[in-house]
């Protein structure tokens, strides 16, 4: 039996064995036709979108082969630089509009480049006949989005940012380091077109990715809601939110608010949810910083997850949840320390007695 009689399942494990030891396996492509469909399938595997034009190249360096391959699409949407002496100034309501058109039209762009391939445009290698006969008629992946701006103080270079640090140090001010991007969060303009393609969700809209040296700009609680939606399919969903804006009280409320309005969009496809939304806690006993204010004596974004986790448990469509991620912090959403033991047990307890 010669190597091109192997089974194109066996082919596929020794590529993956080979990739773990040598990640530039591609270099042997070459040596017969369906050992470079088994790389192509491997290599094409999980893909980053990192700038505009690779973006706009999408279509033409994923091949109808490719497309049938992929299972992760990480895309980074870039926005407008504002240049060296901006940014101890908060945006204007004009750059907003402006960065809000970018990051909606390259969402848009993206789902209508993704739902324009066709299934049928496959050729007739092995490698994309069992990929495709494996995930159904039509291919699913993950996706996840985040944008970044490269002004911003984390994606400097080493020099640039220590330059900046310094000023504020010299102004006293070193919150004004992150000042602009902290006052931003990114909206939608327009409504998605539905991405049915889409098995796992993952919006990084607030927490950094170290290992990847990408920290993202906020994306508001109502725009992640609102890709959830025209991802009608997905069976995953992360959302990395942000809570911290307490420095501005009421732009952190309504952006809460916001979120508890539109928690109503998720899927019924969905089974799986993460949703990471902290929040800075009070630091002491004088609720520093400010507490969040109740609304008839509850906190109107709990209570809206409060509702959807029962109608996770009670509606049929929704009955295959599986896990549910709950993380909370020692204090209760509107402030109040949560204790371990009740103060009137405390009151009672017997000093503890010195001993010599």
Known sequence: MSFNDLDTVILM??????????????????????????????????????????????????????????RSLDVTIHLPQYGPFKWRELETEPEKAINNQIFSTSLTTLFETINSWSIHAVSDSPISKSSSSARGSRPRFTLEIQAICKSDYYHMDYQDADRRRCMSERMSNLDCVMTRQESSYLNLVRKLPPLPTVSELIIHGGAPR??????????SAQAALRIVEACPFADRVELQL??????????????????????????????????????????????????????????????????????????????????LHVDFDVVTPIGHWMLERDLKESEHEEPDSDED
């Open 242 to 323: 942000h809570d911290m804006e307490s420095k501005r009280l009421t732009q952190r409320n309504i952006e809460r608010e916001a979120c508890a309005r539109n928690i109503s969009l998720v899927p019924k496809s969905v089974t799986h949810l993460r949703l990471h939304y902290p929040g800075v806690v009070p630091q002491n006993q004088f609720f520093k910083p400010p507490m969040i204010p109740p609304v008839n004596g509850k906190d109107f974004f709990s209570s809206a997850l409060n509702v959807l986790s029962q109608q996770l448990e009670s509606l049929h469509l929704l009955a295959v949840l599986r896990n």
């Open 13 to 70: 494990l020794i590529a993956d064995r080979l990739h773990k030891d040598e990640s530039r396996i591609a270099q042997y492509a070459t040596i017969s036709r369906r050992w470079l469909s088994v790389l192509e399938a491997l290599t094409f595997r999980h893909q980053r979108v990192d700038s505009d034009d690779r973006l706009r190249q999408l279509s033409h360096y994923l091949t109808p082969d490719r497309r049938v391959a992929l």
């Open 210 to 219: 170290v290992f990847q040296e990408v920290y993202p700009r906020y994306i």
